[in-house]
C-alpha cells in the first residue's frame, strides 16, 4: 500500500433534493484523475483506499454518497428522505461532481456495492470513464439479494434464525430441503423489506436493535475470512445510517432492472476493465463477475483462489498492479 496522503482539497456540493455531497481531493493535482467509490451502500468513503493509488501519478476524488459519511443529510436522521436517495441519483451526483471539478474522463475504483454503482456509471456515460478497477464484483440484482440475506442462511443456520427473528420472523412456507423461502414479491427477500421498514420507525432505540441484528447477520456471512467484525464495528449514527441505506436500496432491487447492468455491459466496450474477485466469496459468489466478464467485451477477471468478499493480500496485489498499469496511460 502507498503512503498516508491528505486531502489538499475538499468541499460540499449540492447536488439538488436538499442533499450535499461531500467530497476530497488528494495526490498530484495535475495527475490522472481517479474517483473512488465506496461500498455499502452507505458506508462512506475510507481514507485508506487512497492507500492503492501512486500519488504522484494520481489525482485521487473521494466522496461520500447521499445520506452517509459527511455528506448531508444524514441518513441516520428519520426526517431524511430516502424517496430521493436511489441509484439515478447516485449516478447524476457523480456526474455533477466530474463536471465541478472539470474533469474530462476518469478512472472509477471500487468494490461491492460500490462496483454495482460504477457499473451504473459508467453505462450512462461510457465517455466519461477511461478504466475501471472493481474488486468483489457485485451488480445488486435481486438475485444477488436473495442469496446475500436468505441463500447463503443454510450455510449458518443460527445466525440467519437470529437474523430472521430481528424482523419479527418470516412466513410459514418451505422452500426447497424444508429451508424457509422468505423471497416474496419482486424477488427481494421479505426479510430486507422487514429491515427497510424498522429502519424508518420513529423509536431510535428500534433501529438502533435492527441494525445490530443486521450488522451481526453481515458479520456471519462473512465469519469465515478471519476478518473480525467489521459491520457491528460500526457504531451510533454511521451505523444507522448504513443499515437504512443498505435496507432502502436492496428492498427497491437497487432501483435497476433487474440483470441491466451485465444486459448492458457491451456499452463498457473499449473501457479497459480490470474484476478482482475472490472464489470463496460467501457474500457474492463468483457467478456474478463471471458473467460480467462474459458481456464486457475486453473485462479481465482475476479469481483470488484463497480471499472471500473483503479480500487479503493478494487481492490487494492485483488491485495496485492494475492501478499502477493504468497509471502511465
Known amino acids: 500500500m502507498r503512503p498516508e496522503t491528505a486531502p489538499h482539497d475538499q468541499?460540499?456540493?449540492?447536488?439538488?433534493?436538499?442533499?450535499?455531497?461531500?467530497?476530497?481531493?488528494?495526490?498530484?493535482p495535475d495527475g490522472r484523475p481517479a474517483l473512488v467509490v465506496h461500498g455499502g451502500p452507505g458506508s462512506g468513503s475510507s481514507p485508506r483506499s487512497r492507500r492503492y493509488f501512486d500519488p504522484e501519478a494520481y489525482r485521487v476524488v473521494l466522496f461520500d454518497q447521499r445520506g452517509c459519511g459527511r455528506s448531508t443529510p444524514h441518513a441516520s436522521d428519520p426526517a431524511a428522505d430516502m424517496s430521493v436517495n436511489t441509484t439515478p441519483h447516485l449516478v447524476?451526483?457523480?456526474?455533477?461532481?466530474?463536471?465541478?471539478?472539470?474533469?474530462?474522463?476518469?478512472?472509477?475504483?471500487?468494490?461491492?456495492w460500490g462496483s454495482t454503482l460504477i457499473l451504473a456509471y459508467a453505462e450512462a456515460h461510457p465517455e466519461r470513464v477511461s478504466e475501471i478497477v472493481i474488486a468483489s464484483v457485485t451488480t445488486t440484482r435481486r438475485s444477488e439479494t436473495a442469496w446475500l440475506y436468505e441463500g447463503v442462511g443454510r450455510f449458518f443456520p443460527e445466525a440467519h434464525e437470529r437474523f430472521l427473528e430481528g424482523a419479527g420472523g418470516v412466513p410459514d412456507v418451505a422452500g426447497a430441503g424444508g429451508v424457509p423461502d422468505v423471497v416474496g414479491a419482486g424477488g427481494v427477500p421479505d426479510v430486507v423489506r422487514a429491515?427497510?421498514?424498522?429502519?424508518?420507525?420513529?423509536?431510535?432505540?428500534v433501529r438502533e436493535k435492527a441494525a445490530a441484528d443486521w450488522c451481526a447477520w453481515e458479520d456471519a456471512v462473512l465469519s469465515m475470512e478471519g476478518m473480525g467484525t467489521p459491520y457491528t464495528d460500526r457504531v451510533d449514527d454511521a451505523r444507522l445510517a448504513f443499515v437504512r441505506i443498505c435496507s432502502h436500496y436492496f428492498a427497491h432491487g437497487a432501483f435497476l432492472e433487474e440483470g441491466a447492468l451485465i444486459r448492458d455491459a457491451h456499452r463498457l466496450a473499449g473501457i479497459p476493465g480490470v474484476l478482482i474477485h475472490g472464489r470463496l466469496d460467501m457474500g457474492g459468489p463468483l457467478t456474478t463477475a463471471w458473467e460480467l466478464s462474459r458481456a464486457w467485451p475486453g473485462a479481465e477477471l482475476?479469481?483470488?483462489?484463497?480471499?472471500?468478499?473483503?479480500?487479503?493480500?493478494?487481492?490487494?496485489?492485483?488491485i495496485l498492479a492494475a492501478l499502477d498499469r493504468f497509471a502511465k496511460g
Do not use: C, F, Q
Open 11 to 28: 468541499g460540499l456540493l449540492d447536488v439538488g433534493d436538499g442533499n450535499l455531497v461531500h467530497w476530497e481531493a488528494s495526490g498530484n
Open 92 to 112: 447524476a451526483d457523480m456526474e455533477r461532481l466530474r463536471e465541478h471539478l472539470g474533469i474530462d474522463k476518469w478512472l472509477l475504483y471500487g468494490g461491492s
Open 195 to 205: 429491515y427497510a421498514a424498522l429502519m424508518n420507525h420513529p423509536d431510535r432505540a
Open 302 to 318: 482475476h479469481v483470488v483462489e484463497r480471499a472471500g468478499h473483503l479480500g487479503g493480500e493478494e487481492t490487494r496485489e492485483r
